[in-house]
């Protein structure tokens, strides 16, 4: 893929940012710098509201009663979705919500019928001092017992970058993603016509950057390096 000119930048956060609440060193003068570029910027991760903007969109377009297995601080999000009696499942990164019990009632819901929603599949993410599973592993454990597929609404969804850009009216090949996460950040991104910077950071795990077919258009150290590039090579 060749290098156009860059109108809008679309970064990560957790593990390119930040580290919960850590900054990862130089990020914010990097980003001060970059804001200072003739170009959109725009935060896109799956903990964000675009996200949970758009499993409530399916929600209601769907005109279902979710069983939310969410973290408590997003349930104000879905505020006025009622719950009551559900008819489908709603799972998001909600650790104290992945037990046996609360699993088992997702189970028994969609196995009666009721759809499984998902706000991503992210297999892991990167807290101060260790890995922890994403709400992947749950949602694939639920797809595999009842033998279906979830309707996933986040990263690496097309519809979840290409509805990000809408706004700038920009094509995707004048987008770059920078991100930790090479198959949700990199290869959703990079599937939809952008260019993707893999940054070393976060959750990055050496060899990353050779678990997709499309390589990333870079493998960074950390996001000061993204900017770097994006100035240097993408301006």
Not at 148 to 161: D, N, R
Not at 177 to 183: A, L, P, Q, T
Not at 202 to 215: F, Q, T
Request: proline fraction near 4%; aromatic fraction near 6%; hydrophobic fraction near 35%.
């Amino acid at each position: 893929m060749s290098a156009n000119k860059i109108k809008t930048v679309l970064i990560d956060l957790s593990g390119t940012i930040h580290v919960d609440d850590e900054e990862i060193s130089g990020s914010k003068e990097s980003l001060t710098r970059l804001r200072s570029q003739n170009v959109n910027i725009k935060f896109i991760t799956n903990t964000t509201k675009e996200s949970k903007q758009s499993a409530r969109h399916v929600i209601e377009k769907r005109n279902v009663r979710p069983f939310m297995m969410v973290d408590d601080r997003a349930l104000e999000d879905f505020k006025g979705i009622q719950t009551d009696n559900p008819n489908a499942v709603l799972i998001g990164l909600a650790p104290d919500k992945f037990n046996y019990k609360t699993m088992n009632t997702a189970f028994r819901l969609i196995q009666d019928g009721c759809p499984l929603i998902a706000i991503h599949k992210a297999r892991y993410y990167k807290k101060t001092d260790e890995l922890a599973l994403g709400p992947g592993p749950f949602v694939t454990a639920l797809e595999y017992a009842t033998d279906t597929t979830a309707h996933t609404v986040g990263k690496p969804q097309a519809s979840f970058f290409l509805s990000s850009v809408e706004e700038f009216n920009c094509r995707p090949e004048e987008c770059v993603m920078i991100g930790d996460d090479v198959r949700d950040d990199i290869n959703g991104a990079q599937k939809t016509g952008m260019l993707g910077i893999l940054v070393k950071t976060g959750k990055y795990r050496i060899g990353d950057e050779d678990k997709i077919n499309s390589k990333p258009f870079k493998v960074v150290d950390d996001f000061q390096q993204a900017v770097e590039v994006i100035e240097n090579e993408l301006m």
